[in-house]
Nanobody, 116 residues
Framework: QVQLVESGGGLVQAGGSLRLSCAAT????????MGWYRQAPGKQRDLVAS????????NYADSVQGRFTISRDNAKNTVYLQMDSLKPEDTGVYYC?????????WGQGTQVTVSS
């Protein structure tokens, strides 16, 4: 069973930074476009960033463009999300998955809380 394990969240003041990590088990990680999703309290889970399997193409939601950077290390089966200039509206649980060919099971996510 493939597992996704997110980590790196925490409580940070507005303007601060966090780096999230998502480790995936299984050999198919490097073949997948990967993404980071955010679920704010009471809202749906939205894709905020994605990166192609080779890492050459990244895409971002307008709300995080210019502040977040997604990257990956296929040798470690890990995808990262560097979050800078954090805002209170970035608060939520962050998950990783593959937007185009999702893993069956989601991880538990990692909580990010940005205080004003």
């Amino acid at each position: 069973q493939v597992q996704l394990v997110e980590s790196g969240g925490g409580l940070v003041q507005a303007g601060g930074s966090l780096r999230l990590s998502c480790a995936a088990t299984g050999s198919i990680f490097s073949a997948k476009t990967m993404g980071w999703y955010r679920q704010a309290p009471g809202k749906q889970r939205d894709l905020v960033a994605s990166i192609t399997r080779g890492g050459s193409v990244t895409n971002y939601a307008d709300s995080v463009q210019g502040r977040f950077t997604i990257s990956r290390d296929n040798a470690k089966n890990t995808v990262y999300l560097q979050m800078d200039s954090l805002k209170p509206e970035d608060t939520g649980v962050y998950y990783c998955n593959a937007p185009n060919s999702p893993y069956k099971y989601w991880g538990q996510g990692t909580q990010v809380t940005v205080s004003s």
